[in-house]
T-cell receptor
Framework: RKEVEQDPGPFNVPEGATVAFNCTYSNSASQSFFWYRQDCRKEPKLLMSVYSSGNEDGRFTAQLNRASQYISLLIRDSKLSDSATYLCVVTVNDYKLSFGAGTTVTVRA | SQTIHQWPATLVQPVGSPLSLECTVEGTSNPNLYWYRQAAGRGLQLLFYSVGIGQISSEVPQNLSASRPQDRQFILSSKKLLLSDSGFYLC?????????????FGSGTQLSVL
């Protein structure tokens, strides 16, 4: 079983729509969770950390479900600029982070 | 503020040639340093990480090696490149002396082995 698994998508949504997707992880001892955004042929950039109680950053909401071992990302009021690949990242041990293969989101006008 | 520099941005190399990619971090001391590779349409694969000068942990057996000759310098090398070494190589850092920290990436090197 992969350490981190994501639905690759693509999720094609119109501007203004809400889109949500999950990521599952296999290591129940994982301590930290992040969502990164990656544009084509660019480096991944941190979108947000994911906290146990769930957290929001503008139009983005992240949730953590430790019992079922998944995290989620919800994007409200989608913008064209939200089109990207979203990477789920989970700590494996003190120094290692494992990446999902990414979920592609395409927002159309 | 902290910055990470990685070069070159693109590289085209023939099979069997050597490789040297360099990465430096500024504005922090004793960072944890990482090399990742991303094949086309795939996720990031951790190749090496280092928690201090001269300390290298290898994650996958391969014909690549890494070195950390200075605190904020991380080098990825190969003596003879294979076609399968093509990919997008990313250097990254996290704060040293801490665990479970977020990663910050360099701008990446697109390597094509022909």
């Amino acid at each position: 079983r992969k350490e981190v698994e994501q639905d690759p998508g693509p999720f094609n949504v119109p501007e203004g729509a809400t889109v949500a997707f999950n990521c599952t992880y296999s290591n129940s001892a994982s301590q930290s969770f992040f969502w990164y955004r990656q544009d084509c042929r660019k480096e991944p950039k941190l979108l947000m950390s994911v906290y146990s109680s769930g957290n929001e950053d503008g139009r983005f909401t992240a949730q953590l479900n430790r019992a079922s071992q998944y995290i989620s990302l919800l994007i409200r009021d989608s913008k064209l600029s939200d089109s990207a690949t979203y990477l789920c990242v989970v700590t494996v041990n003190d120094y290692k982070l494992s990446f999902g293969a990414g979920t592609t989101v395409t927002v159309r006008a | 503020s902290q910055t990470i520099h990685q070069w070159p941005a693109t590289l085209v190399q023939p099979v069997g040639s050597p490789l040297s990619l360099e990465c430096t971090v500024e504005g922090t001391s004793n960072p944890n340093l990482y090399w990742y590779r991303q094949a086309a349409g795939r996720g990031l694969q951790l190749l090496f990480y280092s928690v201090g000068i001269g300390q290298i942990s290898s994650e996958v057996p391969q014909n690549l090696s890494a070195s950390r000759p200075q605190d904020r310098q991380f080098i990825l090398s190969s003596k003879k490149l294979l076609l399968s070494d093509s990919g997008f190589y990313l250097c990254a850092w996290t704060r040293g002396g801490t665990t479970n920290e977020k990663l910050f990436f360099g701008s990446g090197t697109q390597l094509s082995v022909l």
